[in-house]
């Protein structure tokens, strides 16, 4: 079974700081993994994904993510936080044999502070 | 390029009672995928469509039922509402079943 953890039900920082959001996934099989971000009232947007390429992956908004199998991790980072990142973000993983249906973490929210 | 959209925006409506959503996948996607996200929470898989057929399914009642038509637009049928029915439903849609998935902006249903 395939599972995600997301540490961390809420972060803040400062605009102009590293943003660091962290995903821990459970997969019996090479998964694929997903980041993406919520704003209120509003639907899903894909950031980036990871689909057993480049274990470095460059998202939009100047979003990356770096893929660790031993660790089973997907931390999700951007080098200098904006006050336009504030919103909820979603780690989710999928593999194939069960096709592709997502299991999402239960969601970091980022304030960014002025 | 049209992109996943879905209808109605918002809908609220009364225990017991019946209700249909519906999806329209992004312009060339044939795969529809239905999520249930409840407040603070991550969206949870409810089923997968393609090629009219329903080919996964989460851990949701029978009450949760749904339908592919030939344009590949989808519904979401939901009976016997309850309380905790009450959600953002999101629908994603694909390509032949590939990993990735674009999501629609939901629809928000209240259940009173």
């Known amino acids: 079974a395939q599972s995600v953890t997301q540490l961390g039900s809420h972060v803040s920082v400062s605009e102009g700081a590293l943003v660091l959001l962290r995903c821990n996934y459970s997969s019996s099989v090479p998964p694929y993994l997903f980041w993406y971000v919520q704003y209120p009232n509003q639907g899903l947007q894909l950031l980036l994904k990871?689909?057993?390429?480049?274990?470095l992956v460059k998202g939009i908004n100047g979003f990356e993510a770096e893929f660790k199998k031993s660790e089973t991790s997907f931390h999700l980072t951007k080098p200098s936080a904006h006050m336009r990142d504030a919103a909820e973000y979603f780690c989710a993983v999928s593999v194939e044999y069960t096709g592709n249906q997502f299991y999402f973490g239960t969601g970091t929210s980022l304030t960014v502070i002025p | 390029d049209a992109g996943v959209t879905q209808s109605p925006t918002h809908l609220i409506k009364t225990r017991g009672q019946q209700v249909t959503l519906r999806c329209s996948p992004k312009?060339?996607?044939?795969?529809v995928s239905w999520y249930q996200q409840a407040l603070g929470q991550g969206p949870q898989f409810i089923f997968q469509?393609?090629?009219?057929?329903?080919?996964q399914r989460g851990n949701f009642p029978d009450r949760f039922s749904g339908h592919q038509f030939p344009n590949y637009s989808s519904e979401l049928n939901v009976n016997a509402l309850l309380l905790g029915d009450s959600a953002l439903y999101l629908c994603?849609?694909?390509?032949?079943?590939?990993?990735?998935?674009?999501f629609g902006p939901g629809t928000r249903l209240l259940v009173l």
């Open positions: 994603a849609s694909s390509l032949q079943l590939q990993e990735t998935q674009y």
């Open positions: 469509y393609y090629e009219e057929e329903e080919r």
């Open positions: 312009s060339g996607h044939d795969t």
């Open positions: 990871y689909t057993s390429a480049a274990t």
